[in-house]
């Protein structure tokens, strides 16, 4: 029996599971997939919980009600990977060998990492939102918050869903303004980029949507440390912000049994060939998502897209063929503006966001880099999707590879 | 695309003032780039730019955090030796490619 191992049930790890145990016999490969958590979070719906959206109930789901029959699930914490025997050590002595292996285990919080952050205004006028408890905490703060200065930031770069700390800011608005207390918030984005977004046209297009809703943008701000005791943060050349209310998207890294097991660069992403997505170092490693050093976006569109062409390769490399399938660094983001409506980006290893329309060219229905009623409801479908088509590896109607097609140079 | 003079060699340039062949870079033309981003270079400044230099052209994406855990320099060090915005202005200087963080 041949054996394939795949750490993380994520987004990644679970369509992987669903897409191979579908073609690979069961009486020839196992399967077996390895996780701490036993709950399967709708990471994009953290978000909405903060403005009472979604409450703390409509993100979680179990695991393993989304890992298919004739797959073993094992809920436990990885000690470490050694590469050169084929064999996982988990925590409880439990020691798994595989033929491959699939790397998932994604990219998480590092509060830690910046001194002052986690002290004693950590959840209490300190919050991140990329946690179940974080958005939930921060909710029942904001219910009762009355105004002030709420200061955003962004930690480290890269971070996971690069577009949400725009969203946060978009929504916060436009909550405040429901709630009629715009007039006593200050909102001030301070980031490490240079503007709103990383590339010049979709920068220039969320930064004026900022500007519009009257957030003031900090740019180039590198977080050095938080002054808890005197309610501000502090840059690397020394600026200082004030803040009563900070939101916060901390230093974001890798999962620490990748530097358990040395795999990993400092930030414990694993170098990874960015068009076959297998390991530079070991050729039965496959890395998929944001565990990986490929320069995209960590984000769960890349890695529904990325999976498509991990299968193929996985699948090629079983079969001792040679890894033809070529990923594109193809994603796809939803972008909540607040007040009902949204903006879209495609893009591209080599290509910038765009604007235009997608899927379908010509036509849509979605807008790329424009703010419409329809891309928000996009994205207010897309959790049905998510549970019901493609955690399950199902095929949706959207091309793996970027395409030009609807798009405006 | 543009041609730009420094230190009596003619370089191609991007846009914002990258050059865009790490190869036609020398000692003489860093000093002349620094100068247009005000910073007078000095013996710190310059290891500072061949690590990256070195890093670079090995294939390594190097992020503020990475050069501050290097051993080279602090990440405040860093701040200090090129102000505002230090991986920027020591790519441009070090005469690589203006860092592209990804989305």
Redesign the interface.
């Given at each position: 029996m041949k054996k394939i191992v795949i750490l993380g049930a994520g987004t990644g790890g679970t369509i992987m599971a669903n897409k191979l145990r579908k073609v690979l016999e069961r009486d020839e490969w196992s399967i077996t997939v390895v996780d701490k958590e036993p709950n399967h979070y709708y990471q994009p719906g953290f978000l909405f919980i903060p403005f009472g959206i979604y409450n703390k109930h409509d993100v979680v789901k179990p695991k393993a009600s989304f890992i298919p029959a004739g797959v073993k699930f094992i809920i436990n914490e990885i000690d470490r990977v050694e590469p050169d025997k084929n064999t996982v050590y988990l925590t409880n002595g439990q020691i798994l060998e595989y033929d491959f292996l699939i790397v998932a285990t994604g990219t998480h919080i590092k509060p830690a990492e910046t001194p002052g952050l986690v002290g004693r205004e950590w959840r209490k006028s300190i919050f991140d939102f990329y946690t179940h408890e974080g958005a939930v905490a921060l909710q029942t703060f904001l219910k009762t918050w009355e105004g002030g200065d709420m200061v955003i930031n962004i930690a480290?770069?890269?971070f996971k869903c690069?577009v949400a700390p725009l969203e946060f800011a978009f929504l916060a608005d436009e909550f405040f303004v429901k709630k009629g207390i715009r007039d006593k918030v200050n909102i001030y984005y301070t980031t490490?980029?240079?503007g709103a977004?990383?590339?010049p046209k979709?920068s220039k297009m969320l930064g004026e949507l900022l500007q519009e809703k009257n957030i003031h943008i900090i740019p180039?701000f590198?977080l050095?440390r938080v002054d808890d005791e005197n309610k501000k943060i502090i840059s690397?050349?020394g600026r200082e912000v004030k803040f009563d209310l900070l939101t916060i998207i901390p230093v974001n890294m890798g999962a620490d049994w990748v530097a358990r097991s040395g795999m990993g660069?400092?930030?414990n992403y694993i170098a990874t060939d960015k068009y076959t997505l297998r390991s530079e170092k070991w050729e039965n490693i496959f890395v998929l998502g944001d565990a990986s050093?490929i320069?995209?976006?960590k984000a769960g569109s890349v890695v529904h897209f990325a999976s498509d062409v991990l299968f193929d390769n996985l699948i090629a490399a079983i079969e001792g063929r040679p890894l033809i399938a070529k990923f594109d660094g193809h994603?796809n983001c939803y972008i909540e503006t607040g007040f009902g409506k949204g903006s879209l980006i495609d893009?591209n290893y080599e290509t910038e966001?765009l604007p235009g329309t997608y899927p379908l060219p010509g036509i849509g229905p979605f807008g790329l880099l424009k703010n419409t009623r329809i891309n928000h409801y996009g994205k207010v479908m897309f959790r049905w999707i998510y549970w019901h088509l493609l955690l399950k590896g199902k095929e949706l109607p959207l091309e793996s590879q970027m395409t030009m097609a609807g798009k405006e140079l | 695309m543009a041609e730009k003079v420094y230190a009596g060699k003619t370089v191609s340039v991007t846009d914002d003032g990258y050059l865009t062949d790490p190869n036609q870079w020398t000692k003489e033309i860093a000093i002349e780039i620094a100068k247009e981003e005000g910073i007078e270079l000095t013996d710190k400044h310059f290891a500072v730019i061949e690590y990256i230099r070195e890093k670079t052209l090995k294939g390594e994406?190097l992020?503020?955090?990475?050069i501050g855990?290097s051993g080279m320099v602090d990440?405040?060090g860093?701040?200090e030796l090129f102000?505002?915005?230090p991986l920027?202005k020591a790519s441009r200087i070090a005469g690589i490619a203006k860092p592209?963080?990804?989305?």
């Amino acid at each position: 029996m041949k054996k394939i191992v795949i750490l993380g049930a994520g987004t990644g790890g679970t369509i992987m599971a669903n897409k191979l145990r579908k073609v690979l016999e069961r009486d020839e490969w196992s399967i077996t997939v390895v996780d701490k958590e036993p709950n399967h979070y709708y990471q994009p719906g953290f978000l909405f919980i903060p403005f009472g959206i979604y409450n703390k109930h409509d993100v979680v789901k179990p695991k393993a009600s989304f890992i298919p029959a004739g797959v073993k699930f094992i809920i436990n914490e990885i000690d470490r990977v050694e590469p050169d025997k084929n064999t996982v050590y988990l925590t409880n002595g439990q020691i798994l060998e595989y033929d491959f292996l699939i790397v998932a285990t994604g990219t998480h919080i590092k509060p830690a990492e910046t001194p002052g952050l986690v002290g004693r205004e950590w959840r209490k006028s300190i919050f991140d939102f990329y946690t179940h408890e974080g958005a939930v905490a921060l909710q029942t703060f904001l219910k009762t918050w009355e105004g002030g200065d709420m200061v955003i930031n962004i930690a480290e770069l890269p971070f996971k869903c690069p577009v949400a700390p725009l969203e946060f800011a978009f929504l916060a608005d436009e909550f405040f303004v429901k709630k009629g207390i715009r007039d006593k918030v200050n909102i001030y984005y301070t980031t490490p980029l240079s503007g709103a977004f990383t590339k010049p046209k979709s920068s220039k297009m969320l930064g004026e949507l900022l500007q519009e809703k009257n957030i003031h943008i900090i740019p180039d701000f590198y977080l050095e440390r938080v002054d808890d005791e005197n309610k501000k943060i502090i840059s690397y050349d020394g600026r200082e912000v004030k803040f009563d209310l900070l939101t916060i998207i901390p230093v974001n890294m890798g999962a620490d049994w990748v530097a358990r097991s040395g795999m990993g660069d400092d930030m414990n992403y694993i170098a990874t060939d960015k068009y076959t997505l297998r390991s530079e170092k070991w050729e039965n490693i496959f890395v998929l998502g944001d565990a990986s050093n490929i320069p995209t976006s960590k984000a769960g569109s890349v890695v529904h897209f990325a999976s498509d062409v991990l299968f193929d390769n996985l699948i090629a490399a079983i079969e001792g063929r040679p890894l033809i399938a070529k990923f594109d660094g193809h994603s796809n983001c939803y972008i909540e503006t607040g007040f009902g409506k949204g903006s879209l980006i495609d893009f591209n290893y080599e290509t910038e966001p765009l604007p235009g329309t997608y899927p379908l060219p010509g036509i849509g229905p979605f807008g790329l880099l424009k703010n419409t009623r329809i891309n928000h409801y996009g994205k207010v479908m897309f959790r049905w999707i998510y549970w019901h088509l493609l955690l399950k590896g199902k095929e949706l109607p959207l091309e793996s590879q970027m395409t030009m097609a609807g798009k405006e140079l | 695309m543009a041609e730009k003079v420094y230190a009596g060699k003619t370089v191609s340039v991007t846009d914002d003032g990258y050059l865009t062949d790490p190869n036609q870079w020398t000692k003489e033309i860093a000093i002349e780039i620094a100068k247009e981003e005000g910073i007078e270079l000095t013996d710190k400044h310059f290891a500072v730019i061949e690590y990256i230099r070195e890093k670079t052209l090995k294939g390594e994406a190097l992020t503020i955090r990475t050069i501050g855990k290097s051993g080279m320099v602090d990440t405040k060090g860093f701040y200090e030796l090129f102000p505002g915005a230090p991986l920027k202005k020591a790519s441009r200087i070090a005469g690589i490619a203006k860092p592209s963080s990804c989305v």
